[in-house]
């Protein structure tokens, strides 16, 4: 069975930095890409990034390009969003899905942005 | 960018009616498109992909189509878990954008 456990969110000021992590099972990791997708609070779903199987292509939103970083550890079935200069606006559930038309989804985890 | 308009916004109806969301893009995006279900706390949950390809275990009643850039997610007849919120996102070209999202409630 797929199993995706995010992890790292939690509060943060404005400006500040933040590592979330999502841990993959169940599937062979390397076979796929992977993708973050986030909700701020009563909104809508947004897709925040992509990266390729072997993490040589990644793609980004417009609003985190310069800001987020994606990441990926085939040897440890893991995948990783570095978060900097966090904004007010940034503040969401954090999800992490399978593919790139997200079959599987991970639980979310949120990240608050606030002083 | 490519621009997802999702229609309706919100839609009333009762167990056993067929409704219909369009979701409609602005160029081709070719099949590349998904929908997804949402319950309140949840995450999403995959229902279509390649416009009309079945997610694993989803339910004859949800069925999806294309015609051009027009695409629609039909449920046959409604039961009562099916009152959620519904998104489609196209995945052709990067960014990935969803529409603004389907809210469907009991009338």
């Known amino acids: 069975e797929v199993h995706l456990v995010e992890s790292g969110g939690g509060l943060v000021q404005p400006g500040g930095s933040l590592s979330l992590s999502c841990a993959a099972s169940?599937?062979?990791?390397?076979?796929?890409?992977m993708t973050w997708v986030r909700q701020a609070p009563g909104k809508g779903l947004e897709w925040v990034a992509n990266i390729k199987q072997d993490g040589s292509e990644k793609y980004y939103v417009d609003s985190v390009k310069g800001r987020f970083t994606i990441s990926r550890d085939n040897a440890k079935n893991s995948l990783h969003l570095q978060m900097y200069s966090l904004r007010a606006e940034d503040t969401a559930v954090y999800y992490c899905a399978r593919n790139l038309w997200s079959d599987h989804w991970g639980q979310g985890t949120l990240v608050t942005v606030s002083s | 960018d490519i621009q997802m308009t999702q229609s309706p916004s919100t839609l009333s109806a009762s167990v056993g009616d067929r409704v219909t969301i369009t979701c409609r893009a602005s160029?081709?995006?070719?099949?590349?498109l998904a929908w997804y279900q949402q319950k309140p706390g949840k995450a999403p949950k995959l229902l279509i992909y390649?416009?009309?390809t079945f997610g694993r275990g989803v339910p004859s009643r949800f069925s999806g189509s294309r015609s051009g850039t027009e695409f629609t997610l039909t449920i046959s007849s409604l039961q009562p878990d099916d009152f959620a919120t519904y998104y489609c996102?196209?995945?052709?070209?990067?960014?990935?954008?969803f529409g603004q999202g389907t809210k469907l409630e009991i009338k």
């Open positions: 169940g599937f062979t990791y390397s076979d796929y890409w």
């Open positions: 160029q081709s995006i070719s099949g590349w």
């Open positions: 996102q196209q995945y052709y070209s990067f960014s990935y954008t």
């Open positions: 390649k416009a009309s």
